[in-house]
């Protein structure tokens, strides 16, 4: 077994394994499903046009948020995680089993404490409401980004690099957890067996993650695994029927009202407050705060 | 619950993963004793005057868009296995730029005539480690060679 873990192996294999999963799988999982969403929509006479314009507003926002990740992703890579790689890494670590195996594990727990972030500070949310704020709950919600959602990831995911792990592995890690975070937006898995229910992040978690019920706030951050939370304080399981949204509704479908409310809405209550240090509270507070 | 139980814990999970893979990337390492490579009972190389020649500074010649002139590597023992760091630049003009230190070529197996390992080509901004052979035509050069699903090459390696 030992051996197995850590026989080395080549990149070319490694890269062509993520590239099925991870770029293949919008085709042969992902879309088949929203197809799947989209009939059981019908069935259930629910197919209406808001449906249809919020998700495509998603795709848009998800073509925004593209671009800002390729260009951010490009520049992190080459430039900052290979610099900080051979400048301020432990030892360089080989590529085997067991490295891919604890670099997607180290990528999905900087993934709940980015998550978390992006909750519980001020420019966080500002940016990360975008994804909340649809009433609907399904694949294309999975694609509705914020303008800044690219940047705590590739800050979050340095010390990974430094402990040694290949920048590209990291960034193929990152990229793993997302696809599987995709998968989750759906209604149309119920509770899944007990041991995978404690163990992974499942629909029925991440439902509760998109909760705007009040006992559902800031729960369920994990990526892959739900023992993150459990760990940590976060977990909330799926009891009350889900209401999907934010607390203070959006409603509208224009992509780009969808894309920046959250940075218009911050800076409307920038510009209300009285204040230098006030106003920075409000980008590091958590978003509920108001000054005194 | 509390931030200090929150950085604990955090801290513990990180040390736990990370640990995992440099132990296992460690014992890994240290299992594989190449050929020609002799050991002290603590388990220290010592000096081997039929491989370690090859430790040094070694030129290479280099002809691409982005640069043409000569990469001087420095060939380092590192444990078991012999590995070449790029030293300096010196282009067609004769300027010097001092090197990254990036890790080139790994040879993991050498009886001083011939040796096998890893070399790292950059394309399209990814790095593949692929495997390679070396030559030895001399005790004052080499070629080392790879060939990998079509992507093939010859270079000449001369000592300083």
Not at chain 1, 144 to 156: K, M
Not at chain 1, 202 to 218: A, C, E, L, M
Not at chain 2, 61 to 73: A, D, M, P
Not at chain 2, 131 to 136: E, R
Request: hydrophobic letters at 40%; a neutral charge; charged letters at 20%.
């Amino acid at each position: 077994m030992i051996e197995f873990l850590s026989k080395q192996l080549n990149w070319i294999d490694v890269e062509y394994w993520f590239y099925i999963f991870n770029d293949l799988s919008l085709l042969y999982l992902i879309l088949p499903f929203f197809i799947l969403e989209l009939i059981r929509y019908a069935y259930l006479k629910r197919l209406n046009r808001d449906l249809i314009l919020d998700s495509i507003a998603n795709i848009i926002t998800f073509g925004a948020f593209l671009i800002t990740e390729v260009f951010l992703g490009i520049l992190a890579i080459t430039k900052v995680y290979f610099w900080i790689y051979n400048n301020f890494s432990l030892p360089h670590l080989e590529l085997n089993w067991t490295t891919i195996f604890c670099a997607i594990l180290l990528a999905d727990f900087a993934y709940y404490w980015e998550h978390r972030l992006m909750h519980r500070i001020g420019l966080g949310w500002a940016t990360h409401t975008v994804h909340h704020s649809s009433p609907h709950f399904n694949m294309s919600v999975a694609y509705r980004f914020g303008p800044l959602d690219a940047i705590l990831p590739i800050v979050f995911s340095l010390p990974i690099v430094m402990l040694g792990f290949d920048p590209i592995l990291v960034l193929l890690s990152e990229v793993f957890v997302q696809v599987f975070q995709t998968l989750l937006h759906t209604e149309i898995i119920g509770k899944l067996t007990k041991p995978v229910e404690y163990i992974f992040n499942t629909p029925s978690h991440h439902r509760v993650h998109h909760g705007s019920n009040k006992q559902y706030w800031d729960k369920n951050y994990g990526g892959i695994l739900i023992i993150w939370d459990r760990l940590l304080g976060t977990f909330e399981p799926e009891e009350e029927k889900v209401i999907y949204g934010i607390s203070e509704p959006l409603n509208s479908t224009n992509p780009i009202k969808v894309f920046f409310h959250g940075i218009s809405r911050l800076y409307s209550k920038l510009k209300k407050t009285q204040g230098a240090k006030n106003k920075i509270l409000i980008l590091i507070k958590p978003p509920d705060w108001e000054p005194k | 619950m509390k931030s200090s139980t929150l950085l604990f814990r955090s801290i513990a999970i990180l040390i736990v993963i990370a640990g995992v893979a440099h132990l296992v990337s460690f014992t890994s390492t240290n299992t594989d004793v190449p050929k020609g490579t002799t050991y002290k009972a603590n388990n220290v190389p010592i000096d081997n005057s039929e491989t370690d020649y090859i430790i040094g500074k070694w030129s290479v010649s280099h002809q691409s868009k982005e640069f043409t002139g000569n990469i001087i590597y420095e060939f380092k023992k590192e444990g078991q296995v012999f590995s070449a760091y790029i030293y300096e630049y010196v282009d067609e003009n004769g300027n010097n730029q001092k090197g990254e230190g990036t890790k080139i070529l790994t040879i993991d197996k050498f009886d001083g005539y011939k040796g096998t390992g890893k070399y790292t080509v950059t394309y399209q901004e990814q790095k593949y480690e692929i495997k390679c052979t070396i030559d030895m035509i001399d005790e004052n050069s080499f070629t080392m060679s790879y060939d990998y699903y079509g992507y093939s090459d010859v270079e000449t390696w001369k000592k300083l």
